[in-house]
């Protein structure tokens, strides 16, 4: 094709096939035969016998042989209509050919020469070559299928596929036994004899270490390679998400914003584990800590999502593995680059040498392209598989954080026995549906603090929130319109022995500033302040010292 690219040099193809039979069928209609002719000049020199090996040869014949004519025979293995073989060849299935070796297989002989065992293989390839060629496009092979005279009585057509299965299960057997006979004789090579295996391929448990070993050099790698970039791998963003909330539209540099795409993070969950492997501490429950965190391209620092310290592990269970998150700490945008970086560990005994390592893994975010935005980021290894729950918001965001969520005084708590409190957007206006299973940003449950209990104040009843941070798409009503649609929903859940109890409310999102909100909630009044924001660009972070 003209690439430029060295090959091998190789014969041309000896012929252009222009019609076949009809795959799978053994009957080849006389309109359907193939038909032959020379691919060119040069290919027809090819083909003459000084241009080709005897294995060109030898495969020539036995495809195209060459036919007298008035030798015809009924083919009794029903393979077409009628197959074409010559005296000649009947002749040679009984006799030798110039060259053959004959095996007296009825005398002793304590000797096998090497030309037997090549003629045994010249044998054993030329029936591989016939069943390639003449059987596997005719598979499968029953009594229906035969279409010649003999054939068409299943009566008489059945033995013969009966015969066929015993020789098939005759020579699989027979070719069992020889290699077992023939292996005290095996030729070893010096490198088969030098090899010994390593120890994580006897031991799948040290394939395990080893595996770990290897993971941890390359994110090891990586982190050094971000300590020039950043100063230090484990500095964290120090970009506000309310940096242009006392701004007034007008007031705020459009260069120093983005309205392109980010992502909104749901959940992160410990998928599995690898149990058989019975590796240190890997059993359910699982005492986890360590540091879940994006890093973007606003300022290259780490934009934590989870981060906990040994002393406060989170011990999650088979049944509900996933991990309270307390980030983004600010919007995260998905222009390149963009990776995650998941570090999670495993709390043993009271030293901190009884740990053990459950993931290091970074991921480049690829775009995640999907027709509503969902995507589950996948993170493994040889111990665990774990999942990352997101969504890509498409129309201009701006982020919303929540500074209060509480109760009004005068009223009575509902949380008495804990609660959530949670978000999520309503689906877009073209139909498209997310997953399944409702999907929202939890900002607090009490399943997830001490003791079960929700965190609240006694004197100003609010709420002490584990995240506050979500994105926000502005879409106006309609086409023609500046009005912004509510595309926030809060939803308050008070838990009782009876059932949850639930309230929501409406929010339309702003560019700047702050807005306040309220709802009933069992007889409660519930009160919540919302900062507004839109999401600093790049480019702000390199004018800005941060």
């Not at 004899?193 to 391929?201: I, Q």
Request: charged share 25%; proline share 6%; aromatic share 8%.
């Amino acid at each position: 094709d003209g690439g430029g690219e060295d090959v091998m040099e190789a014969r041309p193809p000896l012929v252009k096939i222009h019609k076949l039979g009809a795959p799978g069928t053994s009957s080849i209609r006389p309109e359907d035969q193939i038909e032959v002719m020379p691919a060119s000049d040069y290919e027809m020199n090819s083909m003459r016998p000084e241009h080709l090996g005897n294995d060109d040869m030898d495969f020539i014949n036995l495809m195209h042989p060459v036919i007298p004519c008035g030798e015809v025979q009924k083919d009794e293995m029903g393979l077409g209509k009628h197959s074409i073989i010559s005296e000649q060849q009947i002749e040679n299935k009984t006799t030798l050919g110039e060259g053959e070796v004959e095996m007296d297989l009825g005398k002793s002989n304590s000797i096998i020469s090497e030309q037997e065992i090549k003629e045994l293989c010249k044998q054993m390839n030329s029936m591989v070559v016939f069943m390639n060629f003449r059987i596997v496009p005719s598979a499968p092979l029953c009594s229906s299928s035969s279409s010649s005279k003999e054939m068409k009585d299943e009566d008489k057509a059945q033995p013969v596929i009966d015969g066929i299965l015993k020789e098939l299960a005759d020579l699989q057997g027979s070719m069992s036994k020889l290699k077992s006979q023939l292996k005290p004789f095996w030729h070893t090579y010096p490198y088969e004899e030098d090899y010994v295996a390593p120890e994580e391929e006897k031991d799948p448990k040290e394939k395990a270490r080893k595996q770990m070993e290897d993971d941890q050099e390359v994110y090891d790698s990586y982190l050094q390679g971000l300590g020039s970039k950043v100063g230090h791998f484990g500095y964290a963003t120090l970009v506000s998400p309310m940096h242009f909330t006392h701004y007034t539209p007008r007031q705020i540099p459009s260069d120093y914003t983005t309205r392109g795409i980010t992502l909104q993070i749901f959940s992160f969950k410990i998928a599995k584990i690898s149990l058989d492997l019975e590796w240190p501490l890997l059993q359910w429950p699982l005492k986890v800590y360590g540091v879940i965190a994006a890093r973007d391209s606003v300022d290259r620092k780490r934009n934590v999502l989870f981060h906990r310290l040994r002393d406060n592990f989170q011990e999650i269970t088979e049944k509900d593995s996933f991990l309270c998150l307390t980030g983004p700490s600010r919007a995260i945008s998905a222009e390149s680059p963009l990776e995650f970086e998941v570090e999670l560990k495993l709390k043993g005994g009271e030293a901190k040498s009884e740990d053990s390592v459950l993931i290091n893994r970074k991921g480049h975010y690829n775009g995640y392209d999907t027709h509503n935005g969902f995507y589950t980021v996948t993170f493994d290894n040889c111990l665990c598989t774990t999942e990352l729950s997101l969504q890509k918001l498409y129309s201009g965001a701006v982020q919303a954080t929540f500074l209060r969520v509480g109760i009004v005084k005068g009223s009575q708590s509902p949380f008495s026995y804990g609660g959530r409190v949670a978000c999520s957007s309503p689906p877009q206006k073209d139909g498209s549906e997310g997953p399944a299973t409702p999907t929202q940003v939890v900002l607090l449950d009490s399943r997830y603090c001490a003791g079960g209990k929700m965190p609240i104040g006694e004197e100003d009843g609010y709420l002490d929130l584990s995240r506050h941070v979500v994105s926000v798409e502005l879409r106006t009503v309609s086409e023609d319109s500046e009005e912004l649609e509510e595309t926030l929903k809060v939803v308050i859940e008070a838990y009782s022995p009876v059932g949850p109890v639930q309230a929501s409310v409406m929010v339309r999102p702003q560019y700047c500033g702050i807005s306040k909100h309220k709802c009933d909630l069992d007889g409660s009044k519930v009160k919540i302040t919302i900062a507004w924001s839109p999401i600093i660009s790049s480019a702000f972070t390199k004018k800005a010292i941060l």
